[in-house]
């Protein structure tokens, strides 16, 4: 029962996650990666004030308290994605399977699906 309830959480931290904007999203890693306002500034482009106003934006969307908080969540996000890619892989699969095709089809880049008509 414990686990569905952990399920669920992370869920809501996923959809969470995906309300945030680009913008956001290079300051969370900025903020991940341990910077300061006033260097993600500097790599953004910014004024540190709007790099605090997007800041107090993500806590808010993520419903977390700082932005330590929301770096944690962020980086955990990333984890999982990473997780789901992974077990997702079909190295083991026979080459002509259905679900290596599918997997094939589903991990090349978008542009690489418009050119080949999907085909590999």
Not at 16 to 24: A, D, G, S, V
Not at 88 to 116: C, D, E, H, L, W
Request: hydrophobic residues 40%; contains cysteine; aromatic residues 6%.
């Amino acid at each position: 029962m414990r686990q569905a309830g952990f399920e669920t959480e992370t869920q809501d931290a996923l959809r969470r996650i995906k309300r945030l904007t680009p913008r956001l999203v290079a300051c969370l890693e900025l903020v991940d990666a341990h910077a300061t306002s006033k260097e993600i500034a500097q790599q953004l482009g910014i004024s540190p004030h709007t790099v605090d106003a997007r800041m107090r934006r993500a806590i808010t969307i993520l419903g977390v308290r700082n932005r330590r908080e929301a770096a944690i969540l962020w980086r955990s996000a990333l984890e999982q994605q990473r997780n789901r890619i992974e077990r997702f892989k079909v190295s083991s699969a026979p080459r002509g399977s259905k679900i290596a095709n599918f997997a094939r089809y589903r991990f090349q880049p978008f542009r690489m699906r418009r050119t080949t008509g999907g085909k590999i």
